[in-house]
């Protein structure tokens, strides 16, 4: 009786083991980049991290078949590398002999993948599923876009700078009228009284203290 | 009454002294004065040096033998750029007026030459402007993290990156399609790019509050414009000599090839690219000028210029190169990184067994042991050399391969927005040269009515030149900047030099000239810049002129159109030019530089009928009509 049993577990793994092999139609490729992602950091591949990939997988297919209750047991892999690379396949917890089709699997781990890749302190790149696209982030696309805010921002000031000097010039002008007005009233009472002569206005001036722009300059 | 005489006398004595200065204040009203000799050495620095010493020597060291190239450009600067630069600042100290006004005081048939001068000067400012726009619009955009030119957008459906951009880089797509929204031929117009509007509105408005009151504001704006740049460049040096790779970029540069001398093309860029540099020929140095004491030592300014604008050259080469041989590097450790991916992925073997320094080694062993399996890899070939000959120079240089380089330093928002503000500065202070040299002739003719404050004329200036630039902010923009680029501040200018020392050399005369800078700095010019003016640079700038016609004339003008249907996309595609835009072309050309034929013949005409005309009036001396 034990005998038989034996043969029957024997014989079940042998073909648990042909269902796993590179090129299998219902498994995954995996690929691990530990080195390039954490540098000197890097942990050692070794069972205990391969039966933590075993179990974050078993933990995405609870996750996306919800009901059926997968077990590390369930998730079979082989042709391990030195690069870090294996193939797994996903046998149903309800009949051993049978494997989870591919495309279940592929949801599966696209729903989990954030946590997968959490686990190893790995990110999409350096944790690959072969076949299985990562979702590209959608950016982040604020409100407003930004250069409307530092470019409100800067024509701000311009144009505030514009019309206070606009304003400051007006201003200006008006004053200095002011003073020309008030410097030619004073003139009119300190000049000496001339004959307003309009043929003389033609003529040379002879008068010793009045302004007169024909002098030429020294 | 003594006493009474006495009081009158000495109060009419300050009434003439008030007078006296009010009256040299109101003559000296009439034309401004720079507040201090630094204001004016500082914007005649600002107007030469511009985005040209940043984007175009560097690239023309690079491909002209690095060190080598220096020998032609310094003996350019030393017989051509410096006796023009110091004949410009000679004759608009001296006669004290714009380029107008000083050729016709010169001869009235001369007059068409300021105003060849002046219609340049407008036509470089308006697509300079659009420049600007160019870099405020990345500058604003340099405010985000990360950098909107890092990465390429999605596609509609969110399945993969935009085709355009994938096919390309993001960075050659931010500016094609998200700065410019380019269309694939000159001849497609396409819509009037909001954005772009807006910025270039911004930028018109920048300049305009700094030449508002004239060389009053002008001279308070050029301590900043003129001197940061030189600040940033000074920054830019200490990062860009401590980034891996640095030295690779700068030994590529400097490393002389003597053999590009025998080239006559490398001599005919030399001295091109000194003449441009300096922005003679533009009306704006003899406007500045105008505007100095009359007894100013111009022979000190005009070589401290020169040779301020030759170093800035230089000290700009040394940082841009840096950055390019860093990019350089990045590139090709990226193409390692890519091949090493494919090897270790082929051959599963352990991660990082293979780095880039044992990267040889190890494909000799796997080209001895599986060759037909590394064949199948199609690794591509990682040339640094070849990297480093990537080069580009103008808006190439500045959006497409600094902002890339920018996005691999670390910290690259400061960066970027150093880089910007820095070329927003160099273009700025070229501008108001530009503008000056536009405004001054308009101002000294008169032609302004005397309700209309200085202010109000300027605006208006403004929005005229603002309107017609929008035509750069159309989907075809970039092709119309290329254009105006290549031809307008070429061809024209060399005949308007040329003229130009022809007109003070024969037609004013050597000897009046000399008087007239021994009036200024109490000394004659000696004899190296008489045979200068004389004989050596004319014979320069008439071989330079008839080899540049002679080179542009042997091809039929072409432009390079980013076109993403063209089938070795993302190369641009070479299409010639319709004709259309060929006579465009011509007419930019001949417009300004047929004034000067024009205004001679007009006041030829005008004299001979003078002089046949009865003249009834007996006080008509002719010995002083101009």
């Known amino acids: 009786m034990l005998d038989k049993i034996l043969f029957l577990l024997c014989l079940a793994a042998a073909l648990a083991d042909q269902r796993c092999m590179p090129g299998a139609p219902q498994g995954f490729h995996v690929r691990l980049s530990i080195k390039t992602a954490l540098g000197d950091e890097a942990y050692v591949w070794n069972e205990n991290e391969m039966f933590l990939f075993r179990a974050s997988l078993a933990f995405a297919m609870r996750n996306h078949m919800g009901g059926q209750q997968f077990e590390v047991s369930n998730i079979i892999v082989c042709n391990e590398t030195e690069r870090v690379s294996f193939w797994f396949v996903v046998t149903s917890p309800l009949d051993t002999s049978q494997l989870i089709d591919q495309e279940n699997v592929e949801v599966a781990v696209r729903k989990s993948r954030n946590r997968i890749n959490g686990a190893f302190l790995l990110n999409d790149k350096t944790l690959e599923f072969i076949g299985i696209l990562p979702t590209l982030a959608a950016p982040f696309i604020p409100a407003t876009p930004p250069w409307l805010i530092a470019f409100g921002v800067v024509m701000g000031a311009v144009g505030a700078g514009i019309i206070i000097m606009l304003v400051s010039s007006v201003v200006q002008r008006k004053r200095k009228a002011n003073e020309k007005t008030r410097d030619e009233d004073n003139d009119e009472e300190t000049r000496v009284k001339t004959v307003e002569n309009g043929a003389a206005r033609d003529g040379v001036y002879n008068m010793s203290f009045s302004e007169d722009e024909r002098f030429t300059e020294m | 009454m003594w006493s009474f005489l006495l009081t009158l006398i000495f109060s009419h004595l300050h009434i003439i002294s008030l007078k006296m200065v009010q009256t040299k204040e109101s003559a000296v009203e009439e034309r401004p004065k720079w507040d201090n000799k630094a204001q004016y050495l500082l914007t005649c620095i600002g107007f030469a040096v511009g985005l040209g010493n940043v984007w175009r020597f560097p690239y023309l060291c690079q491909i002209y033998g690095g060190g080598a190239f220096l020998i032609p450009y310094l003996i ?418 060399l005949i308007i030099a040329l003229f130009e020392i022809i007109g003070v050399i024969y037609v004013r005369g050597m000897k009046t000239f000399s008087d007239d800078i021994y009036y200024m700095t109490g000394r004659r010019p000696n004899i190296f810049w008489k045979a200068c003016w004389m004989v050596i640079s004319p014979v320069m700038l008439l071989v330079v002129f008839v080899a540049y016609v002679v080179v542009q004339a042997q091809k039929h003008p072409s432009y390079p159109a980013w076109n993403p249907d063209f089938e070795e996309f993302p190369k641009t595609e070479p299409k010639p030019y319709p004709d259309w835009v060929f006579a465009i072309i011509v007419l930019l050309c001949a417009v300004p530089v047929i004034s000067i034929p024009l205004v001679a013949v007009y006041k030829l005409i005008c004299r001979g009928m003078k002089k046949t005309s009865v003249d009834l009036n007996p006080y008509n001396n002719y010995a002083f009509e101009g």
Request: charged letters at 10%; glycine letters at 6%; hydrophobic letters at 50%.
């Open chain 2, 76 to 493: 350019a600067l030393v017989f051509q750029g410096l006796p023009l630069l110091y004949l410009e600042l000679a004759i608009g100290q001296r006669l004290r007026l714009g380029s107008v006004g000083v050729w016709n005081s010169i001869s009235p048939l001369l007059g068409g030459v300021g105003i060849a001068s002046s219609i340049v000067s407008l036509l470089v400012s308006l697509f300079y402007n659009t420049i600007l726009a160019w870099v405020l619009w990345y500058f604003f955009h340099s405010f985000q993290d990360p950098l909107p030119w890092s990465s390429c957008p999605l596609n509609e459906n969110r399945t993969g990156y935009n085709v355009e951009c994938e096919k390309s880089t993001a960075v050659n797509y931010f500016w094609y399609r998200e700065t410019l929204n380019i269309t694939p031929d000159i001849e497609i117009s396409g819509s009037l790019q909001w954005w772009m509007v807006i910025c270039l509105v911004s930028a018109w408005c920048i300049v305009y509050i700094c030449v508002i009151k004239g060389i009053d504001s002008i001279g308070k704006a050029v301590y900043v414009t003129s001197t940061f740049p030189y600040l940033v460049l000074t920054i830019f040096l200490i990062r860009a000599l401590t980034l891996p790779g640095a030295t690779t970029g700068l030994v590529h540069l400097f490393t002389p090839r003597w053999e590009t001398l025998l080239n006559p093309q490398v001599w005919l860029d030399a001295a091109t690219q000194i003449f441009f540099s300096l922005s003679v020929a533009f009306g704006g140095l003899i406007a500045f000028s105008s505007y100095n004491a009359e007894k100013n030592n111009c022979e000190r300014d005009a070589v401290l210029v020169g040779v301020i604008n030759s170093a800035t050259s230089l000290y700009a080469s040394i940082p841009i190169f840096a950055i390019l041989g860093f990019k350089a590097n990045n590139a090709y450790l990226a193409c390692l990184d890519k091949n090493i991916l494919s090897l270790t992925n082929a051959f599963d073997i352990a991660d990082q067994n293979i780095t880039t320094d044992t990267y040889d080694q190890w494909v000799t062993y796997l080209n001895e042991t599986y060759p037909d399996q590394v064949l199948k890899l199609s690794l591509d070939v990682c040339d640094l050399q070849d990297l480093l000959d990537q080069s580009a120079s103008g808006t190439g240089l500045a959006f497409i391969v600094f902002t890339e380089a920018v996005i691999s330093m670390p910290g690259s928002q400061v960066w970027a927005i150093l880089f910007f503000v820095m070329l927003f500065s160099l273009g700025l202070s070229s501008m108001f040269g530009n503008m000056e040299g536009v405004l001054t002739p308009i101002k000294d003719f008169k032609l302004v009515p005397k309700w209309m404050p200085n202010e109000l004329f300027t605006v208006i200036v403004f929005v005229l030149c603002c309107a017609t630039a929008l035509i750069f902010t159309l989907g075809s923009g970039n092709y119309w900047v290329e254009v105006f680029n290549s031809y307008v501040g070429s061809v024209p200018l």
